[in-house]
Structures are given as structure tokens and as C-alpha cells.
């Protein structure tokens, strides 16, 4: 459904109003510095929004309020948790037109991505509501007559929440409510590219009147705000989404304080065509997978991989359908690819079409910028090897490199040959070999003859260099939780009488 342009207007008027400030302790602060930096609109280059800038002394503030409300937060009932929530649901589905323009704004993502991101975000805090009061449960260890041995959980304390920008609040409300549904309060540091979402998502906690610390929003960039954060005493547990190679940063510095870690981080996941395969739904979501979210995603299907008896025929279909997707201004509702995010990421991806120029692979779609403001850029499609750089870094833009194979035993090698392992997508008929080629692919993830269709309860999270963890369902409650073991005697158990003669 498309936007007014009045109201397009008027929530571009507001987030230029002010600066948008971090959100401690339930206040609206500029930071200890009052250091600001800009955001801007993708498909202009435009400011769209002044930010304060945090630093580690904004960090502490946060992590000592958010230290302070976990001791109330963590003994508040989880029916009224759970209350608060599903308020939280209702306040985003009640500001979505508000948050789309945002988001479409901020992260240059098409309103039609944006929308099912924004359905999303409410749709995390309405299942972890419904799994508050359910998620403390243990396990009972009667031994013998003697002894009754019990498991239960307990919260964390304070978790830090380190986001990027591609989907700004889709990535951070599935992070935040299921630390909040488990007692645990939050600081949430948005990546310094796309701010403006968590900026009104804190608007909401606060309409929500959550008790104050409870959840706490600092701006800033990752080496002055995400570093701190990650070193802070009072945060025992940080999930980063990003770059392999900040998680391996984050790891480091976290390593000092043994923190808890969830490192959610690169892909180079493969689509495996074979060619008995279902061709035309193949095609769909091959295109889908690499181009949506302007390619700006950590699952696409960078590399397809393509049986050599339909190679030639796929790729045609592919460069057809990647010259027709439609590109163009996030807020037009037909848009199919938005801007890429910001103009140095336009360098880094157009520097990977160079190289795979360079590499000696063959452009059969796009390759181009697309007009001279904004950071347009036409859906791009390679053919080549999987050796080549296109086909083995993260190029996180919407370029794909197809790549022939011979049989079931060369597609797997090649798919494996990847210092990723995020998702993979394997395309047959045959029963068999999918569940076969599923079973040995180096992924946390493998979807069927279907794009990624996410299902909250089921684990989501990479092996590799994608990532340490797995969220989602119950695996986010064993994160955002502690195991404890506690021993009762059922009599009087001997006791080592040490010093007694
Ligand atoms: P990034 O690693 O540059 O930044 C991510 C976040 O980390 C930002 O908030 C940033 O400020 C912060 N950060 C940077 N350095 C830090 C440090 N030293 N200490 C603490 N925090 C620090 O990533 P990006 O460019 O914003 O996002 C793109 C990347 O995210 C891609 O690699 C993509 O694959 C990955 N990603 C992964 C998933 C997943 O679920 N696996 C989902 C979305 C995006």
C-alpha cells in the first residue's frame, strides 16, 4: 500500500526537527560529549537526521541503569512482562506507516521488504510474550530415594545488543524480546549507518511505560560505542550481528571478561540447482534471494550454483529477470531494490564488479550505477568460478555469480569450498539427495526447494565464519538464560568428617 506524500514529508520533517538523542535510564539524553553525527538518505546522499554520538562514558551510564532496573525488572511477574510485551507488539503494528517511512528512509529498503520487516518486528515480541511464563522451566534429577536434583533458569542481567544496518529493527526486536521475556534488560547499540528505527523504538518502550533502564538505546559508532559495551563489567552477555570480521574483534575484546556470546555474521550461501529440479520456482527464488533487501542480506544466495545441463538456460532466464527487477525509490510501493545503504558501500560493491572484470568472470546482467544521485546500482549477474573472489568474500550487495557443476559429489565440494556457512538452498526432486546434500552442506541452515521462510521457533545462525550460535525458539531462551543445578538431600547424607577424630 503506498505512503502520502504529506505524511512522507511530515515524518522526514520530524526526524530532521532534533537531534536524536540515546535513551538511558527512561531519558532522553545527548551523551556525556554532545558529539553528533549525520545519517543520510541512500537514494539522495542527503542528511536526513542528526545523531548523538556515544562514547564509553554513555556506555557506563547505560550499563549502570540497566544494572539497577534488572534486580526489579528480573522479579517482575512474567504475566506482566509478558503484558508489557505484547503492549510493545500493538504499539509497533499502531506506528507502522510511521516506521516504514523510517526505515525506508534511513536503510534505503523498499517498502515492500520493509513492511513484511515491520510485521516481523511485532510479531518477535508477540511470540517471546507468549513464551515468558514458560521459558524458566528445568528438569527434575530424583536420585534414588535420596536426593532430589533440580535444573531451573534464571536470567542474565544486562545484555548488550549490537545491530547492522541492513534491517535495522527486524534484526534488533528478535534480539530484544527475548532477553526482555526472560528478566534480563537491554542495551541496544543500532549500527551508525541506520539509526532512526531504534531512536522510535525506544519512542514506543517508553509509551509502553517499561520501568525506566529496563531498555536503554546508545547511538554511535562501533569502535567508540559498540567497543565499550563489549568491555563493560555489567554486561555479561553481547549478541552482535554483523561482519565476520567485527565478530572476531568482539570475541577478542570480550574474551577479557568471558562474556556470553551470539556472533551473527557473514554468508556466501549457495542455491544448488539441479536439473531435475522444479526450474521455475528455482528461478524465482534464486532471483528473490540475491536481489531483495538490495542484496543486502546475510542468507542471499550469492552464488548459484547450477547444474551443467540446464546451466545455459538458467543463467539466460537469470539475467533476464535480474535486467527486468524493478529499481527505484524505497517508497515507491513497486520498488523491488532500493539504494544501497550508504556511497562507501557503493565503492566497496562496484569494486567487486571490477574484480571480478579483473578475475575474468562474464557480466550478463547490470554492473552499473543507475543515475548519478543515490546509490542506485542495477541487479548484477556473473558467470564464473568458485574460486574467484565474487564467489568466495561477501560482497553484501545485490551481485551474484552463477557457477557450473557436473554432479551431486562436485556441487557439494564447491558449495563447502566457502569459509562461510550460513544458510544454503538445494533445488531437486529428488527426495534423497536433498536430504542427503542438506545433511553434508557447511551450514547452519538449509532450506528445501524454498527460499528462506523463517519460523521463529526453529534455530537461525551460521557455522564457520558465520557465526558462533543459534537463536530462535528455545535456543534463544538458552542464551538469553542461565542453567543453574540445585541439590536437595532427602536425609541425612553422609558428610566426610575432616578434623574430627
Ligand atoms: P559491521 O560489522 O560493520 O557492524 C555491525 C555492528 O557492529 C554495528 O553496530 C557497528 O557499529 C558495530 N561494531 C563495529 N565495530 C565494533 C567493535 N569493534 N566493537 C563492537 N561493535 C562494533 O556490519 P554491518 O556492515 O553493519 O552489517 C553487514 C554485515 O552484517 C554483513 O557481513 C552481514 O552478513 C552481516 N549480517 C549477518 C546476519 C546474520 O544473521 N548472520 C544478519 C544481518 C547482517
Not at 313 to 324: C, S
Request: aromatic fraction near 10%; charged fraction near 20%; hydrophobic fraction near 40%.
Amino acid at each position: 500500500m503506498a505512503l502520502d506524500q504529506p505524511f512522507i514529508d511530515e515524518v522526514r520533517r520530524n526526524l530532521a526537527a532534533g537531534t536524536i538523542t540515546h535513551y538511558i535510564e527512561g531519558k532522553w539524553l545527548p551523551g556525556v560529549r554532545a558529539e553528533t553525527f549525520e545519517t543520510f538518505d541512500p537514494s539522495t546522499n542527503q542528511t536526513l537526521a542528526t545523531v548523538y554520538r556515544g562514547h564509553a562514558e554513555d556506555i557506563d551510564s547505560a550499563a549502570k541503569a540497566a544494572h539497577a532496573a534488572f534486580f526489579k525488572w528480573s522479579r517482575v511477574k512474567a504475566k506482566d512482562r509478558k503484558k508489557f510485551l505484547l503492549k510493545i507488539a500493538s504499539l509497533i503494528e499502531k506506528y507502522g506507516d510511521e516506521i516504514a517511512v523510517t526505515e525506508c528512509l534511513d536503510a534505503g529498503q523498499a517498502l515492500k521488504i520493509v513492511r513484511g520487516q515491520i510485521a516481523r518486528a511485532a510479531e518477535n515480541f508477540s511470540f517471546y510474550a507468549d513464551w515468558a511464563e514458560r521459558a524458566m522451566d528445568g528438569r527434575t534429577f530424583p536420585v534414588d530415594n535420596d536426593w532430589l536434583n533440580y535444573s531451573v533458569r534464571v536470567p542474565v542481567a544486562v545484555c548488550g545488543i549490537i545491530t547492522p544496518w541492513n534491517a535495522p529493527l527486524m534484526l534488533s526486536t528478535w534480539r530484544i524480546a527475548p532477553a526482555l521475556a526472560t528478566g534480563n534488560t537491554v542495551i541496544l547499540k543500532p549500527a551508525e549507518w541506520s539509526p532512526l528505527t531504534a531512536w522510535k523504538l525506544a519512542k514506543i518502550f517508553e509509551e509502553a511505560e517499561l520501568p525506566a533502564g529496563v531498555f536503554n538505546v546508545v547511538h554511535g559508532f562501533g569502535e567508540e560505542a559498540g567497543a565499550p559495551l563489549v568491555a563493560h563489567p555489567l554486561v555479561p552477555l553481547i549478541t552482535l550481528t554483523g561482519e565476520t570480521t567485527t565478530g572476531s574483534i568482539v570475541m577478542r575484546n570480550a574474551a577479557d571478561q568471558i562474556k556470553r556470546l551470539s556472533l551473527e555474521l557473514g554468508g556466501k550461501s549457495p542455491a544448488i540447482i539441479f536439473a531435475d529440479a522444479d526450474l521455475e520456482r528455482a528461478l524465482d527464488a534464486t532471483v528473490f534471494q540475491i536481489y531483495s533487501f538490495n542484496g543486502e542480506r546475510c542468507t542471499a544466495n550469492s552464488r548459484a550454483l547450477i547444474q551443467k545441463d540446464v546451466f545455459d538456460r538458467f543463467v539466460d532466464q537469470l539475467a533476464q529477470r535480474a535486467k527486468a527487477v524493478k529499481v527505484g525509490s524505497p517508497l515507491d510501493p513497486q520498488t523491488e531494490v532500493g539504494p544501497l545503504i550508504h556511497p562507501e558501500h557503493l565503492e566497496r560493491v562496484t569494486g567487486y564488479i571490477q574484480i571480478g572484470q579483473q578475475e575474468g568472470a562474464v557480466l550478463r546482467a547490470g554492473g552499473h550505477r543507475i543515475g548519478d544521485t543515490g546509490n542506485y546500482l542495477a541487479p548484477t549477474l556473473f558467470t564464473g568460478e568458485n574460486g574467484m573472489r565474487i564467489a568466495q568474500e561477501e560482497i553484501f550487495g545485490p551481485v551474484l555469480t552463477a557457477i557450473p557443476f557436473s554432479d551431486e559429489a562436485d556441487a557439494l565440494a564447491m558449495a563447502n569450498d566457502v569459509r562461510y556457512g550460513l544458510a544454503s538452498y538445494v533445488w531437486t526432486k529428488d527426495v534423497e539427495r536433498a536430504h542427503r546434500m542438506a545433511l553434508n552442506l557447511e551450514a547452519g541452515m538449509t532450506w528445501i526447494n524454498s527460499h528462506n521462510v523463517r519460523h521463529l521457533p526453529t534455530p537461525f545462525g551460521g557455522v564457520k565464519f558465520s557465526g558462533t550460535h543459534r537463536e530462535g525458539g528455545d535456543h534463544s531462551f538458552e542464551f538469553y538464560t542461565e542453567l543453574k543445578h540445585i541439590a536437595v538431600p532427602l536425609g541425612q547424607h553422609a558428610i566426610p568428617k575432616f578434623g574430627k577424630s
